[in-house]
């Protein structure tokens, strides 16, 4: 009984309650009231899927009973259907006017009026659906803008209310890291505000680049920007890719909006990048009240520390050795071999790429002349 929709039947007349209550009960629970002001109370504090209302009551009549129905927040959203002898065709279009979604004469046939409330209990039930899914759908956009969508399709399958504390995967993913160079001294001058301005419309312009190229932030982390590449349905050299051709757009959008800094009298900004191809896990970590989505491993670690040494060797891009092994046409982008290196929290060496894309022409043939040498470790002659 309780599964089943709740009908309020509001008449005046005891022997017409008795009919369609007998008409009704086998499928639904039914209320009984004979009184209009009565049945906006029940209707107020225990809302029934649907109203069947007579017109012709004394004190207040039926057409009274809906206006103030549909008037309230509380049941302005319940099917009132009138069930009365009123049948000229002014006093149906009155019940319509002020609400009402049906309207069946006296004397009417069973079957059309269990079939006319069936219908109208199926849209009311489908509207609610739509409604919640509508909300869900609101929540979802909302959420993503603090959990990327490519997250919440690995780990909130289910839906994000279904989001479980330690899930996670294995996957081979391209990670990006970027970084203002000296931001705190560049902040130092700055308002609270101001830097907030300023973060925002950097991190606007990277994200632009980098969506653009199939990847997404997974965080924003001080003035530092991590991105993911990997293509669901392309291949582990397809995000090694995107990721690269992303960095180099990514410091030519800072070129641009150096140039935009250079008129407004501000200090022109820097950054590098770094970028490294390798397994990490993806998952949820903190507690069960609150947790976070998030990449680890080793992999997410040496891009970070492959940012770092773009200050060291003073460049703008500097990408792995399985980054570059995974690139189809490495000709495609102008490099160098740079180094090979142990980067801090490592034992392995690992060799590292110069991308020189973005410097300025003469700089790009001038490290094109010498990248052999920087290979051979020759010294150039004198």
């Known amino acids: 009984m309780k599964n089943k929709p709740t009908i309020l039947v509001v008449d005046d007349t005891p022997e017409n309650i008795k009919v369609v209550v007998g008409i009704l009960r086998n499928q639904y629970k039914v209320k009984a009231e004979i009184e209009g002001a009565a049945a906006i109370e029940i209707a107020s504090n225990t809302p029934p899927d649907l109203i069947l209302l007579d017109i012709m009551m004394p004190e207040m009549n039926g057409y009274e009973v809906c206006q103030q129905l549909k008037k309230s927040p509380k049941t302005q959203e319940i099917p009132i259907i ?21 309207y069946v004469t006296k004397p009417f046939n069973p079957t059309e009026l269990l079939a006319r409330v069936n219908t109208h209990l199926t849209i009311r039930r489908q509207k609610i659906q739509l ?8 929540m979802t956009r909302v959420f993503e803008k603090f959990v990327p969508k490519q997250f919440l399709n690995r780990i909130a399958q289910e839906g994000i209310e279904n989001i479980e504390l330690g899930k996670a995967e294995n996957d081979t993913m391209t990670i990006l890291f970027s970084d ?25 312009n990277m994200n632009e680049q980098i969506r653009k190229h199939h990847g997404f932030v997974d965080k924003f982390i001080g003035d530092a920007v991590m991105a993911l590449f990997h293509r669901p349905e392309g291949t582990y050299a397809d995000a090694a890719q995107d990721a690269v051709q992303a960095a180099i757009d990514m410091q030519k ?95 392995e060496a690992t060799k590292i790429y110069e991308i020189f894309d973005c410097d300025p022409p003469e700089i790009q043939e001038l490290k094109s002349k010498t990248t052999s040498m920087i290979t051979t470790g020759d010294a150039p002659r004198r």
Do not use: W
Request: charge should be negative; hydrophobic fraction near 40%.
């Open 180 to 204: 203002i160079r000296s931001f705190t001294t560049l902040s130092e001058n700055m308002t609270p505000q101001e830097v907030l301005n300023f973060l925002n419309s950097h991190f606007k």
């Open 253 to 347: 959008a800072v070129q641009v909006y150096n140039q935009d800094r250079q008129k407004c009298g501000y200090q022109p900004i820097s950054t590098g990048i770094g970028i490294h191809s390798g397994p990490a896990i993806i998952g949820t970590v903190g507690s069960e009240d609150r947790m976070d989505s998030t990449v680890l491993g080793d992999a997410v670690n040496l891009a970070s520390r492959l940012e770092g040494l773009t200050k060291t060797y003073g460049i703008q891009i500097i990408i792995s050795g399985e980054t570059f092994s995974l690139l189809k046409d490495p000709s495609f982008f102008k490099f160098r071999e740079l180094d090979i290196v142990t980067v801090k929290g490592k034992t």
């Open 131 to 138: 409604a919640e899914s509508e909300k869900i759908a609101a």
């Open 82 to 102: 009138f069930l009365t002898a009123k049948a000229e065709t002014a006093d149906i279009v009155k019940g319509f006017e002020l609400g009402a979604v049906d």
